[in-house]
């Protein structure tokens, strides 16, 4: 099991940066990929970035040039820098694990979610 606990979201004008933080404990050696979701009012939830185990961050056409993901492993903590805000990037944001079960098989584990608005 993981338990995955999010800091850093708030209020923001728009162009301006927030950083959000992500720490994982439990069995952290099964996480296969971390990353960050979002949830736009009465949208549904949308992969924002993601970095796997080893490997380079992926990002979702919209922010990228201006959000960057990066990941410590020995600290089992993952960070979303945001830059050049947007009142669109308001959302609330939920950290996700993707969790090895075994051999090819994977459960998702996510944060309990932190609140990031822009304003205009």
């Known amino acids: 099991q993981v338990h995955l606990v999010e800091s850093g979201g708030g209020l923001v004008q728009a162009g301006g940066s927030l950083k959000l933080s992500c720490a994982a404990s439990?069995?952290?050696?099964?996480?296969?990929?971390m990353g960050w979701y979002r949830q736009r009012p009465g949208k549904q939830r949308e992969l924002v970035a993601t970095?796997?185990?080893?490997?380079?961050?992926e990002y979702a056409d919209f922010v990228k040039g201006r959000f960057t993901l990066s990941r410590d492993e020995d600290k089992n903590t993952v960070y979303l820098q945001m830059n050049s805000l947007k009142a669109e990037d308001t959302a609330v944001y939920y950290c996700?694990?993707?969790?090895?079960?075994?051999?090819?098989?994977?459960?998702?584990?996510w944060g309990q979610g932190t609140q990031v608005t822009v304003s205009s």
């Open positions: 970095i796997s185990y080893g490997g380079s961050p």
């Open positions: 439990g069995i952290v050696f099964s996480i296969n990929a």
């Open positions: 996700h694990a993707e969790y090895r079960v075994r051999v090819g098989v994977y459960t998702d584990y």
